[in-house]
């Protein structure tokens, strides 16, 4: 059975272990330990977002998604922004 899902990097331990957090939906269903040396050279970096496959269980396939990372840092910059606006005062 082959299983595909979105995930991120969440961070890299001693230079040699990769945390991935699988995601289904938009929602953290899973997280996987693997060797750094299993993922693109280009997505070696906190937040780096792939598309991931699994089969029966083991790891068949990464592949970096940097438009999917762009889209995912901006939307949070914008929710960020958003939530650090002030409301205007009530003075009434």
């Known amino acids: 059975m082959t299983d595909h899902y979105t995930a991120?990097?969440?961070?890299?331990?001693?230079?040699?272990?990769?945390?991935?957090?699988?995601?289904?939906?938009?929602?953290?269903?899973?997280?996987?330990?693997?060797?750094?040396?299993?993922?693109?050279?280009?997505?070696?970096?906190?937040?780096a977002v792939f598309d991931v496959e699994l089969a029966d269980g083991s790891l068949r396939a990464v592949t970096h998604r940097p438009d999917a990372e762009r889209d995912r840092r901006e939307r949070l910059q914008d929710r960020f922004d958003r939530l650090s606006e002030r409301p205007p005062d009530d003075d009434s």
């Open 8 to 47: 991120t990097l969440d961070r890299i331990v001693d230079e040699t272990t990769a945390v991935l957090l699988l995601e289904d939906e938009g929602s953290v269903v899973d997280e996987r330990t693997v060797d750094v040396e299993r993922l693109p050279l280009d997505g070696r970096h906190d937040g």
